[in-house]
């Protein structure tokens, strides 16, 4: 829970500093698309590194010859009894091992956007102007 708790913290301190950074830019008129497009990328990246993470656990588990029957035997405790002695142990630490190395991905994949996080502008943007041919929209 406190790794819940520090995470979400980290996401909103970054997240809503870095979107309204970037809607800075933009004109009046550009805001509705600069924000769906944000969202989009947003949304589009969050399932990306989630199948890249689930990937890499996988290919990790599959690797380890008692982690899944480790894990498998967690919820149905009679594949523990067809184990041989001392591979239930060794399939955890497997299984350790391969969450532990996805983490370790999890990591590496952070401090490499901070490369660019490093290149943003540190300065307030000027305002854009609105062109004049822009349309107005009436309503009632």
Known sequence: MAALFVMGLGMG???MPVMTAAIQTLTHAQV???TTLMNIVNQTAG???TAVMSVVLTNLLNSKPFAQAAIASHFNPA??????PG???????QAAAAFAHTFVVAVVLVVITLIPAYFLPKVKPSLPQDSSDAPIMMGH
């Open 13 to 15: 301190c970054t997240m």
């Open 32 to 34: 509705a698309r600069g």
């Open 47 to 49: 399932s990306i590194g």
């Open 79 to 84: 594949i523990a009894k067809q184990l041989p």
């Open 87 to 93: 591979a239930l142990a060794a399939g955890f630490d």
